[in-house]
């Protein structure tokens, strides 16, 4: 029997934390979850399956270059993207998300090793409205910007699949190429999140952490609008040793699990 890639364990768990009822990041078989397990593969979730049920059987291996290699073939439609998916598989799985090339771009382009993508009501109730860029106009306190990072991505509304993947590949590499780094959070706007992260529990973190700057956006949208900290301020705790140092637990804390 084969044996199953030791990512697979902590991909399961952080799917059914993502997917916990109370924490309202996703419902039913919303959101979806990725982990590079090698040079060229990846596991991802199944289609259809809930993340709050994820198991181990919830998952399919995936060769990287052939997902990426569908951001150029353009399948016509979901009928043809379901059956290239199919194809992309390595050795025998579900059906893999519809999702699977923005898992791609995250885990090549985006410098992750995890993914993770929900549609978190707190978050879509800003993304769905009428300033969705409110989102990504500053962040608002020192704590956001430690686990998120200072500069988030935010993407317009593009077609679920190889058209949105599409949109992110591009925004991504002129993002990377302004700010010398990936980021670690992506809006969807109408859509939903992305977390890109270096493990499970990192992805976690950040969820947890967007969900909470959003929770507090809402806030402050009833007490005059946001007033984000300025560049300045967000600079400096980006740079500061003793905020370097509380990263550094974040990650031991992840070590431990
Ligand atoms: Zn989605």
Request: glycine share 8%; with cysteine; aromatic share 4%.
């Amino acid at each position: 029997m084969i044996q199953p890639p030791a990512e697979l364990d902590g991909l399961v768990r952080l799917s059914r934390a993502l997917g916990e009822r109370s924490a309202d990041y996703a419902i039913l078989a919303e959101g979806n979850t990725s982990a590079r397990t090698g040079e060229d593969s990846f596991l991802l979730k199944a289609s259809g399956v809930s993340l709050a049920d994820a198991s181990t059987d919830s998952f399919v291996e995936m060769s990287l270059s052939a997902v990426l290699a569908l951001l150029e073939a353009s399948p016509r439609d979901d009928e043809e993207l379901g059956q290239a998916l199919l194809a992309c598989r390595l050795g025998d799985g579900p059906r893999p998300s519809v999702e699977a090339t923005l898992h791609a771009i995250g885990l090549t382009l985006g410098g992750a090793n995890v993914v993770g993508h929900t549609h978190p009501t707190a978050i879509n109730a800003i993304l769905c409205s009428e300033r969705p860029e409110l989102i990504v106009a500053g962040p608002l306190f020192p704590d956001q910007i430690v686990v998120c990072g200072q500069h988030p991505l935010l993407v317009p509304y593009f077609d679920p699949g190889v058209p949105l993947a599409a949109e992110v590949s591009a925004r991504l590499g002129e993002h990377i190429e302004r700010h010398g780094r990936s980021p670690k959070t992506i809006y969807l706007q109408n859509h939903g999140f992305v977390a890109l992260g270096q493990s499970s529990t990192e992805i976690l973190q950040i969820t947890q952490m967007a969900v909470k700057a959003a929770r507090i956006l809402h806030g402050t949208l009833a007490a005059g609008g946001p007033r984000p900290l300025t560049s300045h301020a967000a600079a400096r705790i980006d740079s500061r040793p003793d905020e370097h140092h509380r990263q550094a637990q974040l990650r031991a804390l992840d070590d431990r699990r």
